[in-house]
């Protein structure tokens, strides 16, 4: 039970998907202008990687391995996350709009999020059982959506401050995510 | 070499792109939802890149705000006015909006006309400067501050800071309505284009204070309201307001307006070209005098 516990929490802040292993940085950068949106984005996330875990876990388990084709695992995935996503979207369009509502228009761009295949990837490296896939998901999506609110906190602070020319826009992003990256190594060795 | 080792790869991620794909094609037909088709073609306006820009979770996302009326229509700044133009004419024949708007800002107390209280160093952003004790530099707790942060939200160039005052340019200005929210005092608004006649001023101090501090500051005086044949123009809080619904244009009001805060262009010109001639007259006068002697 502790083991889980501590899987999630590494997930969350020791080896946070976006500050520790810079994956999924282009929604990082892209959507983090609002706090609302950024939360938003996150809570999408969260909903799809959980799912993405689960299904790869099972693709990967029951057809690659089986058939001993397991290099193909970045094309499976690719192909399971893209399809996966398209399907949530539709499914939550139909059946439940208020969700849709909150996360729909994020779902699309999750299919690009390189963060999604990343946690896929390292569960299958690290040959995890399913349970704890889903909570490696679960855990990494939290991280996520944990570090673009901070940013987009952050971005909305420094938008009203007065830059030099040369460092507005995105050239502060930059660098305000490095340094948050600098912030969440000191999580390292926590657990 | 075996073939299965090229059978199965292919057959295997081929397979599970026919499921999918078969999968995919079933469900879109099963959850196939109705939305408003104007999401489409607002869509098919947009550059399509995904960048996030906007502040929207791609094109998708910033054209279902934009048929929501969330989002303006030029909130694209990448596709520009051009796109906004498109978007316009979608959204536009929809909403059946034919008025042109443009922006207008009402204060005309530039660097020699308005008192200062102190000099400003801060950071240059009106927001900022506002929240300072007595509302910024200006003598004017209403006045603009001149520091152009209507300037930076406008995205097309539309608005510039001449003379320590906020100026559009009604030719580039979409009224996308980006300035009244950036401007702190509250001093843009959105008028019809057609109606040249307008309020200069947004002072809601007493007379006496307004021209301790201002030359052309509203001071209440309510001339123009008796003036007004259309019941268009009223005092209230200590400044003159016009109701363009009743607006003819008439420009008596500007005409007889005694700190000329009020503006219509024609008349302006009818004034200019009356100081002219009473200035050529005066001239012409000296001359005679002079000749006499």
């Given at each position: ?191 | ?106 204060c005309?107390g530039?660097?020699?006309?308005a008192k200062?209280k ?16 007595g509302g910024?530099?200006k003598g004017c707790s209403y006045g ?41 005092k ?15 001023c947004s002072s809601k101090d007493m007379g006496k204070t307004v021209i301790a501090n201002c030359?052309v500051g509203c001071i209440g005086c ?13 005092v209230e809080n200590n400044i003159a ?18 700190k000329?805060v ?32």
């Amino acid at each position: 039970m502790v083991d889980y516990v501590l899987l999630v929490l590494a997930a969350i802040f020791v080896n946070n998907y976006v500050l520790s292993q810079f994956l999924g940085i282009c929604p990082f950068l892209g959507v983090s202008k609002k706090v609302e949106t950024s939360a938003g984005m996150g809570a999408a996330v969260i909903f799809v990687m959980t799912l993405a875990s689960a299904v790869a876990y099972f693709i990967y388990e029951l057809i690659l391995v089986k058939l001993g084709i397991q290099y193909l695992y970045n094309i499976a995935f690719i192909l399971v996350i893209a399809a996966l996503v398209q399907f949530v979207e539709m499914f939550l369009k139909k059946s439940s709009p208020s969700l849709y509502q909150a996360l729909g228009v994020y779902l699309p761009l999750i299919t690009t999020n390189c963060a999604v295949l990343g946690v896929a990837v390292t569960n299958m490296q690290r040959g995890y059982n399913f349970l704890q896939s889903v909570l490696n998901g679960f855990g990494g999506a939290v991280g996520f959506a944990l570090a673009i609110v901070l940013f987009a906190g952050i971005r909305e602070r420094i938008e009203h401050n007065n830059l030099p020319k040369a460092f507005e826009g995105f050239p502060i992003a930059l660098i305000a995510a490095g340094l948050m990256s600098i912030a969440f190594l000191g999580f390292q060795g926590l657990i | 070499m075996d073939i299965t080792s090229i059978l199965y790869p292919v057959l295997s991620v081929g397979g599970l792109g026919v499921v999918f794909g078969a999968g995919l094609g079933f469900a879109g037909k099963v959850f196939a939802v109705e939305e408003d088709p104007r999401i489409g073609e607002v869509l098919g306006c947009l550059p399509g890149a995904n960048c996030g820009g906007c502040g929207y979770p791609g094109c998708g996302g910033l054209a279902s705000s934009i048929v929501a009326g969330t989002a303006p229509v030029n909130a694209c700044p990448v596709g520009g006015a051009a796109a906004a133009a498109k978007i316009a004419e979608v959204m536009g024949v929809a909403a059946g909006d034919s008025e042109k708007m443009v922006a207008h800002v009402a204060c005309k107390g530039t660097c020699d006309k308005a008192k200062s209280k102190y000099e400003y160093f801060g950071m240059s952003n009106c927001t900022m400067a506002s929240q300072l004790a007595g509302g910024g530099a200006k003598g004017c707790s209403y006045g603009c501050l001149g520091l152009g942060s209507c300037a930076d939200a406008c995205a097309f160039g539309a608005i510039e800071v001449v003379d320590g005052i906020a100026v559009v340019d009604p030719e580039k200005c979409v009224a996308c309505g980006k300035c009244v929210s950036a401007c702190p005092k509250k001093l843009i608004a959105l008028k019809p284009e057609s109606k040249k006649t307008v309020v200069n001023c947004s002072s809601k101090d007493m007379g006496k204070t307004v021209i301790a501090n201002c030359s052309v500051g509203c001071i209440g005086c309510k001339i123009c309201e008796k003036e007004c044949k259309f019941d268009a123009i009223h005092v209230e809080n200590n400044i003159a307001t016009i109701d363009y619904t009743k607006c003819k244009d008439c420009g008596l009001c500007a005409m007889k307006c005694p700190k000329n805060v009020i503006f219509n262009p024609r008349i302006e010109a009818m004034k200019a070209k009356k100081a002219a001639e009473a200035a050529a007259a005066a001239e012409a006068a000296k001359a005679e005098e002079a000749k006499a002697e």
